[in-house]
């Protein structure tokens, strides 16, 4: 027994709970690591600190709530890459798309997510031996508004505000070079274009809702804003989607329902390497649906989805990629008591492409689909068998111009102990 390693470790805390309404939590720890004998491990010396604060509160019987998250640290990160592993045929995350150069090579850019069922590989990360000193810091903050849990019962002004709700969501996670502590610890920075921005998760949404819960009519709009950064070992990606969405149900009766929902947005991906797939996707999609319930164990939804999207990294408006989709979409569930739950899906989507098709552009712009008629279908079946024995049977299906149709079927049996 060789002492290869020495550290030393301290910490501490402070937990508010004696108001349910009102609770507070901090914690810190600190460790120092302290290499030995480098003959023996790889480990490099470190010095780590780590702090968490977590706070809740609810005022006025819910009409305010908040939960808030930060943790802030230091520490060594190692730089990684990745490869792309093939697994059982509809078990992976990616397939590999085409041979975009024409080498003959299934190089890293030539891979993309695979649609549900259709994988043939998995993106594996691989640690190096090149680390970096990186400053973290996550945070997280959910704030709800809900007047109707104070003022549901009033009249007048107040009992319009109380038709209204609104929840706001940041989440994000970072890590930097800059030790600078306005920097390196400031949860509000998200600048992809930073250098000393080592990796950033960033997601801010925001949801104002109107007769949310209602049982005969309601709308919502939800914008969001998720940026993402990955520093790897030979490439550096930029990834940015931000999004508007508004959606209403309306139920005509107890057996009838609409909805309709209207998304735009913008999609951007920025590698250095990759450049081939770099891309600003402008967008927009409607979806009208209408739903038919007989019973509780009978369900029918007819829908229509009607897209469009560009690339706008092309400046000339003439000469941008340009996709045109129309999505024709039925669905039908019976659920039936002790013998399980039976759903079917089928699909007929029509698209109309101005570009070439082999290319990483048009992957992520037809979604793995091809320019002309394309049909998919699904089926489900789940079952429990005993108390504590479920059985899930499915089959997915795709047929696509000028291509062989794909089938996929997965059986799963779960035991709950």
């Known amino acids: 027994m060789i002492r290869a390693t020495y550290s030393e470790d301290y910490g501490g805390g402070i937990e508010l709970f004696r108001n349910p309404n009102n609770q507070f939590r901090i914690t810190g720890s600190y460790r120092s690591l302290r290499i030995l004998d480098t003959t023996i491990t790889s480990v490099k010396p470190d010095n780590t600190l780590i702090g968490r604060t977590e706070y809740n509160f609810s005022l006025l019987n819910g009409f305010i709530s908040s939960n808030t998250f930060y943790e802030v640290g230091s520490g060594l990160e190692v730089k990684k890459e990745f490869i792309f592993l093939e697994v059982a045929p509809g078990q992976g995350t990616h397939i590999y798309a085409y041979d ?24 594996v990360w691989i640690p190096t031996d090149d680390y970096i000193s990186t400053y973290s810091n996550q945070f997280s903050e959910a704030l709800s508004v809900k007047p109707a849990a104070k003022w549901s019962g009033k009249k007048g002004f107040k009992k319009v505000i109380s038709h209204f709700a609104n929840q706001t969501a940041y989440r994000t996670d970072r890590k930097t070079t800059n030790g600078e502590l306005g920097i390196a610890y400031n949860p509000f920075l998200s600048d992809t274009k930073d250098s000393t921005l080592v990796t950033l998760n960033s997601s801010l949404r925001n949801t104002v809702y109107f007769n949310q819960n209602d049982a005969i009519f309601g709308m919502d709009f939800t914008w969001q804003d998720v940026q993402n950064k990955t520093l790897l070992v030979n490439d550096t990606v930029f990834r940015t989607h931000i999004s508007r969405e508004t959606k209403a149900r ?27 797939r770099n891309y600003r996707i402008v967008y927009f999609e409607t979806e009208p649906k209408i739903s038919f319930q007989s019973s509780a164990s009978l369900r029918i939804v007819v829908s229509y989805k009607y897209s469009e999207k560009r690339n706008a990294l092309v400046m000339t408006p003439a000469l ?13 569930k019976y659920n039936a008591l002790n013998k399980g739950s039976l759903t079917a899906k089928a699909n007929i989507i029509l698209i109309a492409y101005n570009a070439l098709e082999n290319t990483a552009l048009a992957y992520e712009m037809l979604e793995g689909l091809k320019t002309g008629n394309n049909y998919t279908w699904n089926v ?11 059985l899930t049977l499915s089959y997915d299906g795709r047929q696509s111009p000028g291509i062989k149709t794909i089938h996929t079927g997965n059986a799963q049996v779960r035991a709950f102990f």
């Not at 993309?112 to 994988?119: F, I, Q, R, T, Y």
């Not at 309306?250 to 920025?270: A, F, I, V």
Request: without cysteine; glycine residues 10%.
């Open 100 to 123: 975009y150069n024409g080498n003959g090579v299934k190089d890293l850019n030539e891979f993309e997510m695979a649609l549900p069922n259709e994988g043939y590989y998995i993106k």
């Open 250 to 276: 309306w139920n005509l009766s107890r057996k009838w329902t609409m909805q309709g929902s209207y998304k735009n947005g913008t999609k951007q991906n920025d590698s250095k390497f990759f450049t081939s």
């Open 320 to 332: 941008q990629p340009k996709v045109t989709a129309q999505n024709f979409g039925s669905e039908f």
């Open 380 to 390: 489900g079946y789940s079952r429990t068998l005993a108390s504590n024995i479920q």
